[in-house]
């Protein structure tokens, strides 16, 4: 595995204790080749800091409380600082379930209270630069990038041509 100058790498366990991202998830990650990592002649590796994803920390299971609490797609958007358009989008694609429509529409607290984690990990992660990535996989689940360098790149160019797009209209 070669490494790159621009990554710090650090132990394993670090990444562990500090990002509070379970070993397995980790280890899943390196095998998947979606976490840059070595490994050492005692076994242990070393793993790409800037490429380690907190959002795989977040599980379904932490907000089971809030399972078949009702929240209007409204109080969701006051609630949690997202839009109402993003929650309704998610709802749709089946990532929120849906528990009554009418006059108003009343999503589940706790796949909102998850999705809503899982994108403020996401905007803390982008610095607030949400236009272009990705917060879920088709399953609903926080999506990894799999070469974060190569999408860095992607989003800088987009970002380039909305901006020499806006000065030359």
Not at 154 to 167: A, G, H, N
Request: proline share 3%; with cysteine; glycine share 6%.
């Amino acid at each position: 595995m070669t490494f790159s100058h621009s990554n710090t790498y650090i132990p394993l366990p670090e990444a562990i204790r500090k990002y509070g991202v379970s070993r397995d998830a980790l280890l899943e990650r390196i095998k998947s080749g979606k976490l840059t990592a070595a490994k050492l002649p005692d076994g242990e590796f070393l793993v790409a800091e800037s490429e380690i994803d907190t959002s795989l920390n977040i599980k379904r299971e932490d907000f089971a409380h809030l399972r078949g609490r009702k929240i209007s797609m409204s109080e969701s958007s006051r609630k949690y600082g997202i839009s109402q358009p993003t929650f309704s989008r998610w709802a749709k694609l089946g990532f929120i379930k849906v528990l009554e429509r009418g006059w108003k529409v009343y999503l589940d607290e706790a796949d909102v209270a998850y999705c809503a984690a899982v994108y403020q990990e996401k905007y803390k992660l982008y610095n607030g630069r949400m236009m272009g990535v990705s917060v879920f996989d088709k399953n609903g689940n926080p999506y990894q990038v799999k070469y974060k360098e190569v999408a860095a790149n992607l989003r800088k160019e987009r970002r380039e041509k909305r901006r020499t797009e806006k000065v030359t209209d």
